[in-house]
């Protein structure tokens, strides 16, 4: 268990932080950036489930689980696999992490009334704001991608943030009438 007695440093004060193994990185690095963005979603999350609490208890479940995977995320990037002993065993996502994604992607798409066209962001407040979720996960997903080029990324979390902007796009379909109340695209509507 994480104990934080004292919230600031100071160590950041030179533009660095610290990644899990000790060693230090500007706190513009791409990893930085990568976990930060993963941070970003997880807050994108807390604002739908302010909507989905009541209205959705079964989407709200399956986001709790996801709040707590994106913090196992955000540890798994923040200490990169080098190889090196740490003196601890890191957290990592796992292949039962993606495939309870991939689980519940299945549940709510059964439902779902099939897709005519592309779906515009909208519909309900909730569905809105999973589509602002998928857009977020999609950019530290591409930045986890762009780190996989460069250092090691562990391949599960990868298929993780891959399947989770998957699931945000298939709950805002869900929470909006099952597919029915979606905001189609009308391909040069406005010509």
């Given at each position: 268990m994480v104990v934080l007695n004292k919230i600031y440093t100071k160590t950041g004060?030179?533009?660095?932080?610290?990644?899990?193994?000790?060693?230090?990185?500007?706190?513009?690095?791409?990893?930085?950036?990568?976990?930060?963005?993963?941070?970003?979603?997880?807050?994108?999350v807390g604002l739908i489930r302010l909507q989905t609490a009541t209205a959705a208890p079964d989407v709200d479940q399956m986001l709790s689980?996801?709040?707590?995977?994106?913090?196992d995320l955000g540890a798994d990037l923040a200490t990169p696999d080098t190889g090196e002993d740490l003196g601890y065993e890191p957290l990592r996502i796992t292949d039962a992490q993606v495939k309870a994604i991939e689980n519940a992607i299945d549940a709510?798409?059964?439902d779902l009334s099939p897709l005519r066209s592309f779906v515009l962001p909208g519909g309900s407040p909730a569905a809105a704001h999973l589509h602002l979720a998928r857009t977020v996960s999609r950019r530290a997903e591409r930045l986890m991608v762009d780190l996989a080029t460069r250092e090691a990324v562990n391949?599960?979390?990868?298929?993780?943030?891959?399947?989770?902007?998957?699931?945000?796009?298939?709950?805002?379909?869900?929470?909006?009438?099952?597919?029915?109340?979606?905001?189609?695209?009308?391909?040069?509507?406005n010509r």
């Open positions: 004060d030179d533009g660095t932080t610290a990644l899990g193994s000790g060693e230090r990185r500007p706190k513009s690095d791409l990893r930085i950036e990568a976990y930060g963005t993963v941070d970003e979603t997880n807050a994108v689980r996801i709040q707590n995977d994106l913090f709510l798409n059964r391949p599960a979390a990868l298929r993780y943030m891959n399947r989770l902007s998957d699931y945000f796009f298939v709950a805002s379909r869900y929470l909006n009438g099952k597919g029915d109340q979606d905001v189609l695209w009308v391909p040069g509507q």
